[in-house]
């Protein structure tokens, strides 16, 4: 399993802590919040408002350097887009990762 990192967001930041500091403390203010939509339209069933939700879980998958899971997670949301569930597993593996990645930061 891959694991999530930084070093896109430091090459972001170019050298700038400050830069680098507040787009760590975007996906830490923001990754909970998506999550917690995306557990809740999952549970609901709302096939729309979870890919909406996958799409932009999408984005902090791939801030983390997460690209196999990057890719999993695009055809999770084309599944989605067909009514279907297959992927949930493995991209609901890839939130536990980073939520356990974030607290470490």
Avoid: C, W
Avoid at 24 to 51: A, C, G, M, T, W
Avoid at 59 to 66: N, P, V, Y
Avoid at 80 to 85: A, G, P
């Amino acid at each position: 399993m891959e694991h999530p990192n930084i070093e896109y967001i430091n090459k972001l930041a170019r050298g700038d802590e400050a830069i680098r500091k507040m787009l760590i403390d975007v996906v830490k203010s923001e990754f909970p919040e998506e999550k917690k939509e995306y557990l809740q339209s999952f549970s609901n069933r709302d096939f729309k408002k979870i890919e909406e939700n996958v799409h932009k879980l999408k984005h902090k998958i791939s801030i983390l350097g997460l690209e196999k899971s990057y890719d999993l997670a695009k055809i999770y949301e084309h599944n989605l887009r067909e009514k279907s569930i297959v992927g949930s597993k493995d991209f609901e593996k890839t939130l536990g990762t980073i939520t356990k990645f974030i607290e470490t930061l």
